[in-house]
C-alpha cells in the first residue's frame, strides 16, 4: 500500500532559534524527510533566525551536517539535499532587540501562507509575537508554533496565553504537543471512531483499567539544572501523559474537526479528580556503579525534584465511574518503551472446565519502540490435547500490515509541522486545554510541597520504585513489564 503524499500550498517557514537543538535534531531535519516525499513545493523558503552571527553558507552547512547525523542513510540523497539546502536562509535577529527585523520581513513574503516557530526558551515568545507585530511581517493569517514548556503552573500559562492573545488569535496558535504527532496515537482515534468494534465496550463496564507507560533510559544527562525545577509531574504528566488520557478517554466528537476534538478533550482534562497522596509514588535514581544518581545530576542535594512518578487518576463522568487511569512516566529506567494497554474485564462465566485462569483481552498501543498495536485474545491451543486455551496477541504493527510505506512514518514533527502549514489545529493544544491540564496539575504538586514529601529511591534499570508496585498491588492489578 502507498501513502499518498499530499503537497501542502507554498509556504515561508521562519524557525527561531534555528541555531539551538531542537532545530538540528528534530525541525530541520524532518523537514528535508517532507521535501524528500515531495510535500514541500520548491518555492516555499524556510528562514533560520537566532541571536548567532552566521552566513547563509554556514547556516546551510550546520543543516547539511544535521541532515547526516539525524537522518538515516537510506534517506540521504546528496541531490536532493543541495537542492533543500538551496532553500534555506539565515538571518541573525535578537528577539529582545531591533537587530535583524529589517533583513527578516524583506525575506518573508506578505501574500504566501507565513509561519513562525518559536523554537526558543518561553521566555522569548512574548517579544518575538510584540516584534513580528511591531515590525509589521505577521499578518491576521500567520501562524505561530510554540514549544513546551507552556508556563510551569496555571498562572504562568496563563499569562503567556495573555501576552500572546495580545499580538495572535486562538485560530493562529499552534502549541505543540509532539505526542499528538505520533502515527499511533492518530491512529487510536481512527480505530476507536472509524470502527464499531471497540466502542461499544470503550467504558467502565467492559473496561477494568488502563495503564499508560512512557518509560526512558537516560538520565537528566546536561540538562539537570533546567530539568530540577521542573521534574516528571510538569515534564511529562501535565502535557504528554494528560494528552492520552483525552485521546482515551473523550467522547466521541460530532466532526473530526479542530474545535470538536479539543471540546471533548477539554471536557475529560475537567473530569479528572483530584489525586489523593496515596495514589501518588514519586521517585529519584540512585547513582550505580560509578553512574552518578538524580541527585549528583541535578547537583542539588536536597534537591525533592522526581524523575519518576506513578499515579493512579480517576475520570469521574458517566462512561469512565470505577475505571482507573494507571499512568506512570520515568527517566534511567529498564528500557525505553511508551504504551498504552487498556485492559479489558473478564468474561462473567467461563464454559470452559481447562480456563488457565481467566485471562482478560488487552489492548495495547505501542507509541515506541516499534508503532503500532496488538489486541490480546483467547485462542484454543493447537493441537490433539482437548480444549485448552492460550492467549496470543493479534498484532497491528504498521511495518508488517501496510508493507514498506506503513514502516516509513513520519516522525511527528514532520507531520506536525505540515499541519501548521495546512492550517489543521486538530492536533495542537487549545490554550483552554493547556489551562485546565495545569489547574488539576497544580494542587497535585502543591500537595507534596506542602507535605515536604521526599521521592524514593529506586535502582537505574529497573521498572521504578518499589511503592509504585504496590500503587496497582493493593488493587489486586498489575503493572506490565517494562521490557529491555
Ligand atoms: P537551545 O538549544 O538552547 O537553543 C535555543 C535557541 O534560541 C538557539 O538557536 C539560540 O540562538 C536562540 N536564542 C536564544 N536567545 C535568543 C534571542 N535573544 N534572540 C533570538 N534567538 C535566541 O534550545 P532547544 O533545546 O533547541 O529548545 C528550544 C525550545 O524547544 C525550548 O522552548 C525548549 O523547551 C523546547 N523543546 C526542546 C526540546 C529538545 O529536545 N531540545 C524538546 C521539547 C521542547 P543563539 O545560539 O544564536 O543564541
Given at each position: 500500500m502507498v501513502s499518498r503524499v499530499i503537497p501542502v500550498e507554498v509556504f515561508d517557514l521562519v524557525i527561531f532559534?534555528?541555531?539551538?537543538d531542537l532545530a538540528r535534531r528534530k525541525i530541520l531535519p524532518g523537514l528535508y524527510r517532507r521535501y524528500l516525499a515531495g510535500q514541500?513545493?520548491?518555492d516555499s523558503r524556510i528562514i533560520g533566525a537566532a541571536r548567532s552571527a552566521m552566513t547563509e553558507a554556514e547556516f546551510r552547512q550546520m543543516v547539511r551536517e544535521a541532515i547526516d547525523e539525524f537522518v538515516s542513510l537510506d534517506k540521504r540523497d546528496a541531490r536532493i539535499i543541495s537542492e533543500f539546502i538551496d532553500h534555506l536562509s539565515y538571518v541573525a535577529v535578537d528577539a529582545k532587540g531591533e537587530e535583524g527585523w529589517a533583513a527578516l520581513k524583506a525575506l518573508v513574503r506578505p501574500d504566501r501562507v507565513q509561519a513562525f516557530y518559536f523554537s526558543v526558551a518561553p521566555a522569548l515568545f512574548g517579544d518575538l509575537a510584540e516584534r513580528l507585530h511591531a515590525w509589521g511581517i505577521?499578518?491576521?493569517q500567520s501562524r505561530i508554533v510554540v514549544e513546551k514548556p507552556f508556563g510551569r503552573d496555571l498562572q504562568t500559562a496563563r499569562a503567556l496565553n495573555a501576552t500572546l492573545a495580545e499580538h495572535f488569535c486562538e485560530q493562529q496558535i499552534y502549541r505543540i504537543d509532539h505526542y499528538l504527532g505520533k502515527e499511533t496515537v492518530q491512529n487510536l482515534m481512527a480505530v476507536r471512531f472509524a470502527n464499531i468494534l471497540f466502542e461499544p465496550l470503550w467504558n467502565a463496564q467492559y473496561i477494568d483499567h488502563v495503564q499508560i507507560t512512557v518509560a526512558e533510559t537516560v538520565g537528566v544527562e546536561g540538562r539537570g539544572a533546567y530539568y530540577d525545577k521542573s521534574g516528571a509531574m510538569r515534564d511529562m504528566v501535565q502535557n504528554h501523559l494528560m494528552q492520552l488520557i483525552c485521546l482515551i478517554a473523550m467522547?466521541?466528537?460530532?466532526?473530526?474537526?479542530p474545535n470538536a476534538v479539543r471540546d471533548e478533550k477539554l471536557k475529560v482534562i475537567r473530569a479528572l479528580q483530584p489525586v489523593a497522596p496515596e495514589d501518588i509514588v514519586r521517585g529519584q535514581y540512585l547513582g550505580l556503579k560509578g553512574a552518578p544518581g538524580y541527585i549528583e545530576d541535578s547537583e542539588n542535594p536536597e534537591s525533592k525534584t522526581e524523575s519518576y512518578i506513578a499515579l493512579k487518576v480517576q475520570v469521574a463522568n458517566w462512561r469512565w465511574q470505577g475505571t482507573p487511569f494507571y499512568l506512570r512516566t520515568g527517566k534511567k529506567l529498564r528500557a525505553r518503551e511508551s504504551e498504552i494497554a487498556i485492559t479489558f474485564k473478564e468474561p462473567p462465566h467461563s464454559i470452559f472446565d481447562d480456563a488457565p485462569g481467566w485471562r482478560e483481552n488487552v489492548l495495547v498501543i505501542r507509541l515506541?519502540?516499534?508503532?503500532g498495536m496488538n489486541l490480546k485474545v483467547m485462542i484454543k491451543e493447537p493441537g490433539p490435547g482437548g480444549m485448552r486455551l492460550v492467549q496470543v496477541p493479534l498484532d497491528m504493527s504498521f511495518a508488517d500490515a501496510l508493507g514498506e510505506e506503513g514502516a516509513d512514518i513520519p516522525d511527528a514533527y514532520e507531520r506536525l509541522i505540515m499541519d501548521v502549514i495546512r492550517g489543521n489545529q486538530t492536533l495542537f493544544m487549545r490554550g483552554d486545554e493547556v489551562e485546565a491540564a495545569w489547574a488539576w496539575t497544580d494542587p497535585i504538586i502543591q500537595g507534596w510541597e506542602a507535605r515536604g514529601d521526599r521521592p524514593r529511591g529506586y535502582d537505574p534499570g529497573t521498572s521504578g520504585p518499589e511503592d509504585a508496585l504496590m500503587l496497582m498491588h493493593r488493587d489486586g492489578r498489575r503493572w506490565r513489564e517494562i521490557r529491555e
Open positions: 532559534g534555528a541555531t539551538g514541500i513545493p520548491p505577521a499578518h491576521p467522547e466521541p466528537p460530532y466532526h473530526f474537526d515506541q519502540p516499534n508503532e
